[in-house]
């Protein structure tokens, strides 16, 4: 099984960069966290053994960005997919975390989208 979490930003919310104070960056933690959660319970994304998980941002412009800056966002969205039970947690025998993805497409709305694949051992 597979689902695609479209989600309500046009650029991840959390980064690896910014320097806020904690109590802003815990509020901001919780509504991703939050997101991924409501994503996920609307989109019908079942209790699975173990999946695999991508998020990909679609971006307008050809400006240099660094993948590993979208992580803590990646992190909070998989917090959210435990608390929405998908699996019991988000450790790497559970779940396995892609490093984030940035996709350029020129005229098109930026955005993210989470990828939620169950993986099954063969």
């Keep these: 099984m597979q689902w695609t979490l ?3 930003y046009d650029r991840p919310p959390l980064n690896a960069n910014q320097r806020m104070h904690w109590a802003k960056k815990a ?3 919780k509504q991703v966290r939050a997101a991924s959660f409501y994503a996920a319970k609307s989109a019908g994304v079942l209790r699975c053994d173990k999946v695999r998980v991508t998020l990909t941002w679609f ?3 050809t400006t240099r ?3 590993d800056n979208v992580v803590p966002t990646l992190k909070a969205l998989c917090d959210g997919l ?3 039970e998908v699996v019991p947690d988000d450790t790497p025998d559970l779940m396995e975390k892609v490093m984030p993805v ?3 497409r020129p005229g098109q709305q930026s955005g993210l989208q989470l990828y ?3 993986v ?3």
């Design 120 to 122: 099954t051992d063969a």
């Design 6 to 8: 479209d989600l309500p």
């Design 27 to 29: 509020a901001l933690t």
């Design 59 to 61: 971006v307008r412009t």
């Design 82 to 84: 435990v608390d929405a």
């Design 116 to 118: 939620v694949e169950e």
């Design 102 to 104: 940035i996709v350029y």
């Design 65 to 67: 960005r660094d993948a």
